[in-house]
């Protein structure tokens, strides 16, 4: 014989409750995973520009600035004619080696970037198809695409706004308004 035993029941309100917290939970983490997957591979496709000074001295950064201020209105047409704009920049270049009296040298190939932390995220270390102008020993410092960054990474400027979760917005609205 069985001993009687009473059988509690769980409220019915304490269960929509845990499944509610259950859901929320379950769509925090796919968020959370989606956020961080696309923020790893959202690197920029095409050309970056490389502009490496022979050494760090204020003379040389000079040099360095007359050539950025020599071959910027070029390298702004890169994306409609690359070909012709390669073409361009290397008369330039050859031009102003002449008229500033330094060794510069332009090549094309993959160059590697290093990791970099943006507003829009973080991109990883890799070989990336470049252009790289070297001035000298090319022993200075170097802008990597900081001298065109529209060009560079064929994004249109986005508003400082800090990422949402659509989750925690959504709560927010339920019970904060």
Request: hydrophobic share 40%.
């Amino acid at each position: 014989m069985l001993p009687d035993y009473e059988i509690k029941r769980v409220p019915r309100f304490t269960q929509q409750l845990d499944a509610v917290i259950f859901f929320v939970w379950m769509l925090l983490i796919i968020q959370f995973c989606l956020f961080f997957l696309f923020q790893q591979n959202d690197q920029a496709e095409g050309m970056r520009f490389r502009l490496v000074a022979n050494s760090n001295t204020i003379e040389d950064q000079h040099i360095k600035n007359e050539i950025k201020k020599n071959i910027e209105p070029i390298l702004m047409q890169y994306e409609n004619n690359p070909q012709q704009t390669y073409v361009e920049l290397e008369q330039v270049v050859d031009k102003l080696s002449e008229k500033l009296n330094e060794k510069i040298s332009i090549s094309t190939g993959l160059a590697l970037f290093p990791p970099k932390v943006w507003d829009q995220g973080i991109t990883a270390q890799s070989y990336i198809d470049s252009i790289v102008i070297t001035i000298g020993n090319g022993r200075g410092d170097n802008w990597w695409c900081s001298l065109f960054p529209k060009a560079c990474y064929k994004e249109e400027p986005k508003k400082d706004e800090k990422p949402k979760f659509w989750v925690w917005e959504w709560l927010k609205k339920k019970f904060y308004t």
